[in-house]
């Protein structure tokens, strides 16, 4: 895993996370298969009790077999 370039950019406080997931109405998914990158982006709902981001989606389709593919 590589470090993140620009470190200026970087989030790592957990509040600040929070906020941003409680204030946004879209988040994008970073995915890679086979070397090739895939993003999608989708209306998220957050959990602060669970630390849980829900998405809609299908039950089927590429972002599923990406995330569903084990090492």
Known sequence: MRDIRRKEKEIKNKDEMIEILKKTKYLTIAMCQDNIPY??????GYDIKKNTIYFHCA?????????????
């Open 39 to 44: 993003l999608v982006t989708l209306t998220h």
């Open 59 to 71: 039950r089927e389709g590429k972002k599923i077999d990406i995330l569903k593919k084990k090492k």
